[in-house]
């Protein structure tokens, strides 16, 4: 099986940066996403990283270690409407369905 | 593009009733996944289905069933409803087997059992 972990919650400050951490366990390595969800919606596709590195898409960017095991999430320029929850997902196995972490609440106070 | 569509968005049944909760994917997309999200559990993978057949499956009792039409919508059916199942299920559609094929979902149906 796969194995997920990322911090539960995490608050910041507007306007500052914010690093959501994601550790996995998982066999057949195949891809990690990042999904954010606000409260009562659907959670919306943020980035891919299948090789190691820093995937950059404006104020955000995902960064990818397989060897490790371990990924993150940088959210920089920290606005009140990235408060949601963000989700790292892992792909493994040949499947292409991914399995979800628990998500890490993120607060943004002015 | 019209998004993923659920109907319905909200549900209130009572233990030991059924119900049935449907999903229309994006046009051209023709995998259909349905997740279960808990604030304790998170989300979990309920089961996939693609050209009409399963083919993966989470780890849920039998009581948790799905079919997909020609036309890919997506319908899931819970049996002898229990009040553990009171959650968001969610579904979300892909066109698989292109990178990242990553999955969009739809607003989700809220159901409460009482």
């Not at chain 2, 593009?1 to 229309?24: D, F, H, M, N, W």
Request: with cysteine; net charge positive.
């Amino acid at each position: 099986g796969q194995n997920i972990d990322q911090p539960t919650e995490m608050t910041a400050t507007e306007g500052a940066i914010v690093q959501i951490n994601c550790t996995y366990q998982t066999s057949g390595f195949n891809g990690l996403f990042w999904y954010q969800q606000h409260a009562g919606e659907a959670p919306t596709f943020l980035s891919y990283n299948v090789l190691d590195g820093l995937e950059e898409k404006g104020r955000f960017s995902s960064f990818l270690s397989r060897s490790k095991g371990y990924s993150y999430l940088l959210l920089k320029e920290l606005q009140m409407k990235d408060s949601a929850s963000y989700l790292c997902a892992v792909r493994s196995g040949g499947s292409y369905i991914p399995t979800f972490g628990r998500g890490t609440s993120l607060i943004v106070h002015p | 593009k019209a998004g993923v569509t659920q109907t319905p968005r909200y549900l209130i049944k009572t233990r030991g009733q059924q119900v049935t909760l449907s999903c229309s994917p994006i046009s051209g997309h023709r995998s259909v996944s349905w997740y279960q999200q808990t604030p304790g559990q998170g989300l979990q993978f309920l089961f996939e289905y693609f050209s009409e057949t399963q083919r993966n499956k989470g780890n849920f009792p039998g009581r948790f069933s799905g079919r997909q039409f020609s036309n890919s919508r997506s319908e899931m059916n819970v049996s002898t409803l229990e009040l553990g199942d009171s959650a968001l299920y969610l579904c979300a559609s892909s066109v698989r087997g292109q990178n990242p094929n990553e999955q969009f979902f739809g607003p989700g149906t809220r159901l409460t059992v009482l």
